[in-house]
């Protein structure tokens, strides 16, 4: 029973993760999307600078964000309190919401 509820603990959290990342790109990227078509007209940045700057600019953000979710469920949900494991969780966390 407590692997299934690891396993359970684990995907939800992953979907949580994506899901949350996807809704704040979606939500954002339409009121953006008439500045950078007049600057992408005007020939102020590429298409690959503009989703490049997007990123980077996210990042932290999703960094601060993720380690305070991964704290709090992480400690909560009783894990086993081990450096190597709650790396890995965390890293899976980062790649699943930056992907």
Known sequence: AKILSNIGFIMLTLLFIVFANAMSVVLTFPLEMSVFIREYK?????????LFSKVVADFPM??????????AAY????????PLRELTFWAMCVLSGWF
């Open 42 to 50: 005007s020939n102020s940045y590429s298409i690959v600078a503009y």
């Open 75 to 82: 400690y909560l949900t009783g894990q086993i309190n081990e």
């Open 62 to 71: 999703l960094l601060t964000s993720i380690t305070l979710f991964h704290v």
